[in-house]
């Protein structure tokens, strides 16, 4: 069933339509900056947008990387720029056979792959720099002789002369000579490389030694301090740059739109301690900040000289100086609206001001087909829910043969397969239950009379519910597990993300090709936060406060499918196998295989784990003596999701029952998932009061956007809890090792699990494929599903013989999704169709490091190629070969609808209701304060 919507197309300008090339990676041209400037230029119904290189079809063509220049569709202004795997070269080849203006002067982007070039330009036209040794290894510079040359016409200087090996010493521990020239520390050490960020700043005797190596952000992490290290590298060309040192020094990202037009913006050094701070979209945290006259001179310069109307540059300002430390080319303010709207008039500025002087392209008949090339087609995407609060449960296990489970047993009326109870009414037949088998002969009183406290203390909350899992041997109920499950309910923070990643499908699609919105379907699981999920996205994508009157209430209409999204009992047997191999993992003196993700080399997981309990024993100590001796109830003034102070204790006091209060031959590997879903819960929702009441006496107090604010509080202690942290990271890290592994260690247990459980959506898919190249009309399909079909789907894909170009997959967080997008074009009679397979690893960040807002939401990844581009029959026949091994392995039971291996509902058993495999929801948009709109900060 679709959701059609209309659209809306701009009235014709006065001005000509402008062809805008974009020649960039596709994680670049596809990225959020760039979405925001590509769609504020289409809205001025000035541009015409393509994409050249590649890789995303933007209002007309697609073509690859590896595609001929002639090829290429002509445009009139190229928005092109370099990064790692990008085409440099055929880029600048296709400036030269097809004459567009370009934004940025693309052959004098090559300047920026060697820094001495770039300080030589800089010097050259006055901008300061710090002073400098260079230490020549390699020759010199090796430039383009084509580019030095327009370098010495346009700015007088020479700049790929060659450079002597240089004479490097060291005359003491705290001086090195180059070429006869002395530099004291501190001072950085730079590779000539304008690609290689592993830079190092040495520093005296004096203040400690050592050194801090500087490289590219990873994770949180953007320096470590090394004190053995006290000798520069001598294996390469490097520049020495004086540190400057002085208190109070501003890091300033500059970013030039033009000579005339600049923004700049501060951030924390990562000299400091190393630690990135993070906004909730993940983004190192940054501050507006306003340049001096003389500063904005230089930026000025630097634009003009370097060519490059957008720019950005590395500026340090002390001592009432400033500085410039690098310059970086093609760079993007990002999350700044104001900046997407000015960058957005200036482009259409320079635009109109080029186009009367445009030469008229002669293009031939060929050349006109060959610009109709590449359309997406459709797109067909699997999703997870969005972020939810931390699921608990208790399992209580009774032998089927005793006089005492008959009341339990008389629940299952008689059937075999698990049953789920959720009704309020229904969980009491449970307590009830517990009740009658007390007074029995041999009933475990004390595990009975858990059970009905549990039952009675979460009835009533929503989202409870029990799960009875019966086992039975010859028509005999052998064991019968009783299961209480309650939490996992949808966040005020998953409405954001829901809504936040549906505005820039939307925004994507409409650049790429707006039509696939009036053929639209969304499935969803029946299960609450994915429900949620699929509604709220529904209503964003297809935005309807845009193209609808606001006094109107649009019914949107969401498909659920338990057969293809529901979790099954039908990898139950093959999991549980898993799970008892898991247990190895953790054992003493067992070592992680290579292809596990493990970096702590010198550790086995069994080190990790002793550590991580040893971490949750002195929290628990900490908790319980804050509680007695703080006002707890004042430490948040402000709580979220239902959640208060009680509830806080109750579920860490389950966890350190679960870690500490177990031997660690018995402990349950399943405990991580636990442990680490609650403390990112808890630092992205309960911040202040997790670092109060685990730090002692609680001393440290955390604002809600993450710095302390406690007096005692130093800049080196500023951010969580060294004990919170380093839990934190241990259980980070058996998680990477643990979760992936559930659903199958080897080659064959992550086939069969993938089989058993996901088989029914990828068949699902691959009809979705089949039908894209059947039908005349494009369209969107939307699965929103749980984290086992997601984990399990991703491994099919990966082990079918796809070509896969991801080096490893990430962990799958909430909001986490596997796109298939499907491309068409024309060749004569005939019609081409190409796949791409892109996986996004959803709202995933250091969440301990993220710096928050009342929304209390990471931002969703960006997606990255999980395969390159492929023939669609190619893809459905080599897909459609699950379906075949699953036959020859007589996997029966996990290709058909019902077969016993999905629950039955409390419904069902005692109501008489028939449960249905597809149905069919409406609902209802409401304004104000819509689920759109993200209702209540409280999550109510």
């Known amino acids: ?79 092109s720029f370099y990064s790692d795997g990008f085409p440099i070269d055929k880029a600048i080849a296709y400036v030269e056979l097809r004459k567009p203006v370009c934004v940025n002067d693309l052959p004098l982007q090559k300047i920026f792959w060697d820094r001495r070039v770039v300080l030589q330009i800089l010097d050259k036209i006055g901008v300061p720099t710090p002073a400098r040794l260079e230490c020549n290894r390699d020759g010199g510079p090796q430039l383009d002789k084509g580019i030095a040359d327009q370098i010495q016409q346009s700015l007088g ?58 490289f590219r952000k990873v994770g949180n992490q953007s320096s470590a301090h090394e004190p053995d290290m006290v000798v520069p590298r001598t294996d390469a060309s490097y520049i020495y740059e004086q ?5 109070n020094a501003e890091d300033i990202k500059v970013y030039t739109l033009g000579p005339n037009f600049v923004h700049a913006e501060t951030r924390k050094s990562p000299v400091v301690d190393g630690i990135v701070r993070r906004n909730t979209e993940g983004k190192e945290i940054r501050f507006i900040c306003q340049l001096t006259d003389a500063e904005k001179k230089m930026a000025r310069d630097i634009s003009i000289a370097f060519k490059q109307n957008i720019c950005g ?112 009414v229904q969980l009491q037949y449970v307590a009830d239950a517990a009740e009658a088998a007390a007074l029995l002969p041999g009933a475990d009183l004390e595990q009975l009379e858990q059970l009905r406290k549990i039952i009675d203390k979460k009835k009533s909350t929503i989202g409870t519910k029990v799960q009875l899992k019966p086992s039975f041997t010859d028509g005999v109920c052998e064991t019968l597990a009783i299961v209480v499950k309650w939490g996992g309910e949808f966040t005020h923070a998953a409405r954001y993300q829901a809504r936040d990643i549906a505005e820039n499908m939307r925004k994507d699609y409409t650049i790429m090709n707006k039509t696939l919105l009036d053929h639209t379907n969304v499935y969803t699981s029946s299960e609450r936060r994915v429900v949620a999920t699929a509604e709220i996205f529904t209503t964003a994508f297809l935005d309807e406060r845009v193209r609808n009157s606001p006094q109107k209430q649009q019914t949107h209409q969401l498909i659920i499918r338990k057969d293809l999204l529901d979790d099954s009992n039908a990898a139950k047997d093959e999991m549980e196998k898993v799970k008892r191999k898991l247990k190895t993992l953790c054992r003493p003196g067992h070592h992680v295989r290579p292809e596990f993700a493990w970096p702590a080399k010198e550790k086995d ?14 929290l628990r100590a900490t908790m319980r003596e804050n509680w007695d001796t703080l006002p707890v109830e004042k ?88 004990q919170l942290r380093e839990l934190y990271k241990r259980a980070k890290l058996l998680f990477d090792l643990i979760a992936p592994q559930e659903y199958g260690i080897e080659r064959s247990e992550k086939e069969i699990i993938g089989l058993l459980t996901s088989l029914p959506l990828l068949e699902q898919i691959v009809r979705d494929l089949e039908a894209a190249k059947a039908s005349d009309y494009p369209s969107a399909n939307f699965y929103f599903t749980k984290e086992s079909h997601i984990h399990t789907l991703v491994n099919l894909v990966t082990l079918s013989d796809l070509p896969i170009v991801m080096p490893h997959v990430p962990e799958l967080d909430y909001m986490s999704y596997v796109s298939f997008e499907v491309y068409e074009r ?46 669609l029959p190619r893809v459905i026949e080599i897909l459609r070969r699950h379906s075949k091994k699953a036959d020859e392995m007589r996997l029966t039971k996990s290709t058909t609808k019902i077969e016993g291996f999905l629950p039955v509902e409390g419904d069902e058993v005692f109501r008489g209701q028939a449960s249905r495999m597809e149905e069919i929801r409406s609902f209802q948009v409401h304004r104000p304060g819509s689920v759109y709109s993200a209702g209540s900060d409280k999550g109510e």
Not at 243 to 247: G, L, P, T, Y
Not at 339 to 349: F, H, M, P, R, S
Not at 836 to 865: C, F, I, M, N, Y
């Open 313 to 424: 540059f590395d500026m340090l300002r002390a001592g009432g100086q400033s500085y410039v430390i690098d310059v970086n080319g093609w760079s993007f303010v990002k999350g700044n609206d104001f900046y997407y709207d000015k960058c957005a008039e200036i482009l259409t500025n320079f635009c109109l001001r080029k186009m009367p002087s445009l030469p008229k392209p002669v293009v031939t008949e060929a050349e006109k087909q060959r610009e109709k090339s590449w359309t997406l087609k459709s797109t067909i995407c699997v999703a997870r829910h969005g972020d939810r609060t931390p699921k608990c449960k208790l399992k209580f296990k009774f032998k089927g043969k005793e006089e005492w489970t008959s009341p339990f047993i008389a629940l299952l009326q008689g059937r075999t397969t698990e049953i789920i109870l959720r009704d309020p």
């Open 1 to 79: 069933m679709s959701n059609s919507a209309s659209s809306t197309e701009p009235s014709t300008p006065a001005e000509p339509i402008m062809r805008l090339g974009v020649a960039a990676m596709d994680r670049k041209a596809r990225s959020r900056p760039m979405r925001n400037i590509l769609s504020r230029l289409l809205a001025t119904g000035k541009f015409e947008i393509t994409a050249l290189d590649g890789l995303a079809r933007l209002t007309g063509m697609l073509l690859s990387i590896r595609t001929d220049i002639e090829n290429w569709p002509v445009c009139d202004f190229l928005i």
């Open 826 to 871: 024309s060749k004569s009679s005939s019609k081409e169709l190409s796949v791409r397979v892109t996986l996004s690893e959803g709202a995933h960040s250091a969440v301990l490091d993220a710096s928050l807002d009342a929304k209390h939401a990471l931002q969703v990844q960006p997606r990255r190629a999980l395969t390159d581009y492929i023939s």
């Open 605 to 618: 997981p069994f080190e990790v784990v002793k550590e991580t309990i040893e971490l949750m024993n002195s």
């Open 635 to 722: 430490i948040q003034p402000r709580w979220c999701c239902g959640e208060y102070p009680y509830l806080f204790r109750e579920r860490w006091e389950g966890l350190f029952g679960d870690w500490c209060d177990v031997s660690l031959e018995k402990f349950d590997p399943s405990r991580v998932s636990e442990l680490y879903d609650s403390l990112k819960y808890d630092a992205l929702h309960n911040r202040t009061f997790l670092e109060t009441i685990f730090t002692k006496n609680g001393s440290r107090a955390s604002s809600i956007d993450g710095r302390s604010t406690s007096e005692n509080a130093t800049a080196g202690e500023s951010g969580p809890p060294r």
């Open 243 to 247: 540190f400057v040192d002085v208190e």
């Open 157 to 214: 200087v020479r700049v790929d002369k060659p450079r002597p090996t240089s004479d490097f010493s060291m005359e003491d521990e705290d001086t090195i000579v180059v070429d006869g020239k002395k530099m004291h520390k501190p001072f950085v050490e730079k590779p000539v490389s304008g690609e290689n960020h592993n830079v190092n700043i040495y520093f005296p005797k004096s203040k400690g030694g050592g050194a801090r190596r500087l």
